[in-house]
């Protein structure tokens, strides 16, 4: 579709030396699916958030979670007003919502941001108010800093479509970066009918046999290979399933390869599994994609 190239050099044009982080952040709100961003501060996080939702003229929120931080600072409160009570929509209430430094809030407060993950809405004084949509949540955690920090629990891992890091730019994007006053603003690259066509064709790309057998195949390993101590769940390969097809219409196609599997098969996976001992998602699944058999 025309209007991919645009959004792609609107975002990169300000976030500057990460053209594969930017192209698997809009594969993931195209197949309206969730990031963690595991990386240290000042990488530009908020910069790739904010750009997202300008490139796409979405509404952008930030909240910075705390450890008083509570639920209804998130999904906003009912209030008394004129003798009756309203509804006063918290930042969940936005198209994309960058949630900094999730693991430093509360379960409970977790909890809250689960639901509208998972649901595409939230409950308040047992009233449900629907998200708008597409709700994209990027969520960052600082991957060394363990003080004052709650571990995200398995399920609410297994909700992220996707896990990504920045990490630190080149010296030319730095150099760039540099010369750049303020953060840089990201004007609107797509209008609102180009977005639901381009959400809408997703689900029109073409899958073949031979990609959801690749699919399959790289899933049942995951549980049965001994490394493992938890495999890729149903969601997670629903979750690929989705991205393969997202990802083949940012390149252009409609239609999936197999090299789309291989390509998003960590991103994708790597933080829903466990291995036995040290070692670590990515490397288990990299090792399987090694073992897969050679196309062709």
Not at 56 to 65: A, D, E, I, N, T
């Amino acid at each position: 579709m025309e209007a991919i190239p645009r959004l792609l050099a609107a975002i990169r044009a300000v976030v500057r030396g990460k053209d594969p982080v930017v192209e698997l952040a809009l594969v993931a709100v195209l197949a309206e699916g969730h990031v963690l961003i595991e990386d240290v501060p000042g990488v530009g996080k908020t910069t790739l958030a904010a750009s997202v939702a300008g490139a796409l003229g979405l509404g952008f929120s930030r909240v910075q979670f705390t450890a008083d931080l509570l639920p209804a600072d998130l999904t906003g409160v009912n209030v008394l007003r004129d003798g009756a009570f309203s509804f006063r929509p918290g930042p969940i209430f936005a198209h994309v919502v960058l949630a900094d430094e999730l693991n430093r809030t509360t379960p409970r407060t977790q909890s809250a941001l689960l639901e509208a993950m998972e649901e595409g809405k939230v409950s308040v004084d047992g009233e449900t108010h629907q998200l708008p949509r597409p709700f994209v949540v990027l969520a960052t955690r600082n991957p060394w800093e363990h003080y004052g920090t709650y571990p995200l629990p398995e399920s609410q891992l297994d909700r992220f479509l996707m896990q990504l890091s920045l990490g630190y730019p080149d010296r030319e994007s730095e150099r760039e970066i540099l010369r750049r006053s303020g953060r840089g603003l990201v004007n609107r690259a797509v209008t609102a009918e180009e977005l639901e066509r381009m959400l809408a064709a997703v689900s029109e790309v073409r899958v073949h046999r031979e990609v959801e057998d690749l699919i399959l195949t790289l899933v049942e390993r995951s549980r049965r290979d001994a490394r493992f101590l938890r495999g890729v769940s149903p969601r997670g390969a629903r979750a690929l399933y989705r991205a393969v097809r997202a990802l083949a219409l940012v390149r252009g196609r409609d239609f999936a390869v197999p090299e789309d599997v291989r390509e998003l098969a960590v991103p994708v996976l790597a933080h829903r599994v466990a291995g036995r001992g040290a070692q670590e998602g990515e490397a288990l699944i990299r090792a399987l994609l090694d073992e897969l058999p050679a196309p062709g």
